[in-house]
């Protein structure tokens, strides 16, 4: 029959039989309106469409399907064009037909006007069809939009519950901005008059949820959104759960307008909890009662924090509390649908009490019902424990709590039939995971991973790398994991893995030996991955030389053990090789004649890939032309690799997408210790942008991975290299006022992270010489949905026009999910200026449009060159601007710890020039630098004096114009 696009008509439930088994009525009234339809007639059966249907199905092959389809569109279109007094059941009737002809994939190009006629009528069942017509086969650009649009406010201004439900569903499931337009002012007035009926309130909330969502900014704002949220109070509880869904949607994009229907959903929520299943018999479902109204209410409130009234934070730690309590009490009933609902609601209270994250007690014993779950016959329960308690994890409170169901959880990675829960199992693994039981749960992994599924084993790869890396005490122990790594799962260890391991051997005398010795041993298998070639010639390259006093290691035994995987290889790794083999000849001079006889050979100098024949033809010439020293300094040992976040955790989080990742459970709690890797806790710098690396080919002498797009400044202490690309910034979806909280940070460097939201990452790479600037904007798509109409703007206040030029280059309307696009910003300072520009984005998300204003971090101290001087030079300056208005000096308190490297860094990245030894009293910091605009140079010197007692610091700027003091004074003293 008939796909009702719009909701049926409901009808009143029985209530309970006697045995208490359960209430038939459930929480539909979320869909459908509360009225008594008119009943219907035995002559509305319609006894022509039953016929012709039968007939369709009775049909021998397609051709006599369409032969009597043609045959009764020939019928129904002379009935429509001849006879002009058709009854309202005849057009009802063909008008149905057509619907059915339609839905079997046919055209139908006539009786649109026949359904909106049908419209008009007083009868419900003849309303019923044309609406139903309307919503299916009327597009939003007919002609007869406007007739339809006129009997739709015919009928939401007849006071008449049954139409107004009609006319409310027709425009929910068309939900065309033209219908957005005519009716969007009119729905809310609907939704709060006095004198609605509870089943009209109920399909006016739902229909304006679906303008909303479909075009939010139709949807005016305005004093009906306070008088919508006392509808959480209304008698009517299909009202109530109507209304709920309507304010969730508006509150996760305008939380302040609907911030008091916190408490009153927290005192609907305690009287359902509270309440027994006798008490509200319709909306009792198996015993459990208002089971989606419940859900609703708990999602509601994961829109605020915790309640800062302690009266209605305590009701709700109480519904909480008996919400678990009723958790362990034995089931009411045996069926299927009493579990259901009863942890459906169990599930949702979980998740607030891990989204406020405030409450320890309900956090354990929220983990301890979860760990009960774990070893449920039911896969879904299982499924959906470990993956709350990933996020439980992350929690202070939590955590330890969490790390006792280890043994089960390695259990069900060893024992699970379902993939997707294995899945969940590892992601949990990875989540509890600390210096405590690292080896454990890295040895567990990858014996898992000898058996685990494909579609698993790269994202098992790049945790078990992240974590040996983290929590690594003795990096020997580092080493052996990545390298059993490479050897179980080689074709799944990505470039971002071992150039990971260079990075640290390189970066760690004390394991270098270690790893040579290993990596060698490792390549005297028989069958090696190529990854681990790879690994093996670029260690053996730098570090053979700590291994080569063992005759069993000589040089000559290295380079043979080498070459003889040289063939097997792919041309990048060749490539690599080859490099080695150049490097040996610095590194042992005396194998230089078998070395030199390698790349003279024709499969080298002939070779057919232009790569490999211009390093065999480059290398050798270098070992015959260059002196020992001159090959001493060229091949000399790759220095250290710059502090900078791991690209392992950038390709983790990329390839999780949003809402899968696992938050870095050691970086994410209050309290830290120190980092037992060589320092404090890292920067925490969040990435989502793609970390580009060049290939073997394209670096003749190294492994060079090019800097990410956040690379943060090495902390004085020498941090961890890791650092946490996980941490997550706060903010609505969509954000209006420009965003300036992380301005200030890009005052004194110039690339890493701007804004970020739930679907949104900007990231920044800057670049200045003299008055011109170029700026990368990067903008990366944190969900798994494409934006749409993406477009970006610069927009100057009135009085900066004139002071800066900024030109923009178009950027991709198109940005898929966990992709990323580039724009580049030409920028022009000039003259001297005391405003910052704003970056505005638009973009359509899930139909949504979204908006967001970023205020860009140019500032006037970008366009600094640093100037070296003397004492004497610097003095004398000093002196020549001593007019008062051309010295700018204040005194304040430090906001940061009062540290000697972090504040040179700072005045270093603030573009000036740091003098050593100029001021007298050698705690002092000195600087000079010229600003320099389109119209003029601008000198400045500046003199900052910390008093460490007193945790203060007095900064002294003189520059040749009074402005430009103020405003870099003001910039500066930010920092400090």
Known sequence: ALPARAPAPPQRAPRPCQSGEHSQRTERTERTGDCEMPAVSKGDGMRGLAVFISDIRNCKSKEAEIKRINKELANIRSKFKGDKGLDGYSKKKYVCKLLFIFLLGHDIDFGHMEAVNLLSSNKYTE?????????????????????????????LSSRNPTFMNLSLHCIANVGSREMAEAFAADIPRILVAGDTMDSVKQSAALCLLRLNRTSPDLVPMGEWTSRVVHLLNDQHLGVVTAATSLITTLAQKNPEEFKTSVSLAVARLSRIVTSASTDLQDYTYYFVPAPWLSVKLLRLLQCYPPPEDAAIRGRLTECLETILNKAQEPPKSKKVQHSNAKNAVLFEAISLIIHHDSEPNLLVRACNQLGQFLQ?????????????????????????AVKTHIETVINALK????????QRAVDLLYAMCDRSNAQQIVAEMLNYLETADYSIREEIVLKVAILAEKYAVDYTWYVDTILNLIRIAGDYVSEEVWYRVIQIVINRDDVQGYAAKTVFEALQAPACHENLVKVGGYILGEFGNLIAGDPRSSPLVQFDLLHSKFHLCSVPTRALLLSTYIKFINLFPEIKGTVQGVLRSDSQLKNADVELQQRAVEYLRLSCIASTDILATVLEEMPPFPERESSILAKLKRKKGPGGLVPDMEEGRKERSTDVNGGME????????????????ADLLGLGSAPSLNSAPPPASGASLLVDVFSENSGSPTALAPADENFSRFVCKNNGVLFENQLLQIGLKSEFRQNLGRMYIFYGNKTSTQFLSFSSSVMCPDSLTSQLNVHTKPVDPTVDGGAQVQQILNIECVSDFMEAPVLSIQFRYGGTLQNIAVKLPITLNKFFQPTEMSAQDFFQRWKQLSAPQQEVQKIFKAKHSMDTEVTKAKIIGFGVALLDRVDPNPSNFVGAGVLHTKSTQVGCLLRLEPNTQAQMYRLTLRTSRDTVSQRLCELLCDQF
């Open 376 to 400: 449920h016959r039911e896969t879904n329960l299982r499924y959906l424990a470990l993956e709350s308690m990933c996020t439980l994890a992350s929690s202070e409170f939590s955590h330890e």
């Open 415 to 422: 024992t699970e039939r379902d993939v997707s829960v294995r």
């Open 682 to 697: 890292p920067v925490s710098v969040s990435n989502n942008a793609k970390t580009t690396t060049p290939s073997p080919s």
């Open 127 to 155: 309303k019923q069809i044309g609406y139903l017509f309307i919503s299916v086969l009327v597009n939003s650009n007919s002609e007869l939009i406007r007739l339809i649009n006129n009997a739709i406010k015919n009928d």
